[in-house]
């Protein structure tokens, strides 16, 4: 289900150091809540970190 895939998505971010929420219908949504004070720089880190951890999750579903 689509809760399914953003809780992965949601695990694979905690682990590689970005928090993020999850929310919308039966939390099938991914929040960014960044500080009003970010970076370019903190916002490609978060933008990276991301895009891993999608590639990760769709890696796994693809094996699945």
Do not use: H, K, M, Y
């Not at 289900?1 to 971010?13: G, H, M, Y």
Request: charged share 25%; aromatic share 4%; proline share 3%.
């Amino acid at each position: 289900t689509n809760a399914d895939l953003a809780e992965a998505v949601r695990s694979e971010c905690f682990d590689r150091g970005l928090i993020v929420e999850l929310g919308g219908r039966d939390g099938s949504t991914v929040r960014f809540l960044p500080p009003l004070i970010v970076t370019r720089e903190q916002v490609d880190e978060i933008c990276e970190i991301f895009a891993a951890s999608l590639d990760a999750v769709a890696s796994g579903s693809d094996a699945a």
